[in-house]
């Protein structure tokens, strides 16, 4: 229950990609025969990628993840655009891979405003109008939180920074696959993916970047990706992004009600199992496969390691940011007390999960609870009072 984190290779994806590892293994690069072959097959994902989120091929960058995309996108655009101006607006629960890229360029000379949330996790929409100066170049906003599962308005804010002519990023990462895509429909001018999130292996990534758009480069070589990222392309993972986004645009209307059902039904089995409990999030404007809730006098990392002999996986927050023992920055933005933060865990559903699945966390979790609160004197002590 930790699909936010990785998802497996579905079978169908890697039977697409397995022949580019054997057969197919030119460089698309080359002019040859063996060459033109891969170039065939970087053409098809392209198309099938683009057509996932309502653009046209000419508008996707192939990168090696969602982290690069974002950098690219960021750093990229703040390069290309800074006689334009040099400010920034992100928000306070970013992903690392966007929140850190605007510290470096914060440490460069730029200026970030971090725009906050409220207490479920929400964008406040009046300051983020508030945030916009006459140097903005760049607004970056996630389209949903990979902790909370909170989906932003992200085509109200597009809309807003296209009124202010500034150009709009949205990290994606989490909505693809959850979620319709649709590029144009949204308004904004770059968006990221990343494969290991929808059933494609880890190691390959897309940008979106609308057409007249342009972005400074962050790795120079070659003139691969139309001259917007050098390096010869992972064709063979291409290929596997492709082919997921293509069968998860097939699914979805199917999928998402699903994981909906599973997720709510571990909500209330949780919420009716347990006193001192807290979903923390919006209630109704989340992606339907994620669910955050802080267990009250316990730590997070302790019911993940009794629920790993268990043989279930779940999350504390971010996997970028798992090793540091600091309460989740996102949960601290949200105003989630520190004792509350350090007792969170995030249950992220996939296609493979079942009812049995969820019963039998839901089997396996009391006793784990009550365990652990029988060590903390500060519940000892509530009991008793």
Known sequence: MDHNATTPVRAEVFEAMKPLLTDHWGNPSSVHWIGREAKDFL??????????????????????????????????????????????????????????????????????????????????????????????????????????????????????????????????????????LNVRDLGVDLLTISGHKIYAPKGVGALYVRKGVKIANLIHGGHQEDGRRAGTENVAGIVALGKACELAEGEID????????????????????????????????????????????????????????????????????????????????????PEQSRGALRFSLGRENTVEDVDYVLEVLPPIIERLRSLSPLYRRKKAG
């Open 254 to 337: 199917q999928l998402a009600p699903r994981l909906f059902g599973l997720r709510n039904k571990l909500e209330k089995g949780i919420l009716e199992r347990f006193d001192e409990v807290k979903l923390n999030g919006h209630p109704t404007s989340r992606v339907p496969n994620t669910s955050n809730i802080s267990f009250f006098y316990v730590e997070g990392e302790s019911i993940l390691l009794d629920l790993d002999l268990e043989g279930v996986a779940a999350s504390s927050g971010s996997a970028c940011s798992s090793e540091s023992s600091a309460p989740s920055p996102v949960l601290t933005a949200m105003c989630v007390p």
């Open 43 to 180: 053409d098809e994902a392209r198309s099938q990628v683009a057509a996932f989120m309502g653009a046209d091929p000419s508008e996707i960058v192939f990168t090696s993840c969602g982290s690069e995309s974002d950098n690219l996108a960021i750093k990229g655009i703040a390069t290309q655009y800074g006689k334009r101006g040099k400010h920034i607006i992100t928000t306070t629960v970013e992903h690392p891979a966007v929140f850190e890229t605007c510290r470096h360029l914060e440490s460069v000379g730029y200026a970030v405003t971090y725009v906050p949330v409220d207490t479920a996790g929400m964008v406040d929409m009046d300051e983020y109008r508030k945030s916009f100066r006459d140097d903005t170049v760049l607004v970056s906003v996630m389209m949903a939180n990979n902790e909370t599962g909170n989906i932003f308005p992200v085509k109200d804010m597009a809309a807003y920074a296209k009124e202010r002519r500034v150009l709009f990023h949205t990290d994606a990462v989490q909505a693809a696959g959850k979620i319709h």
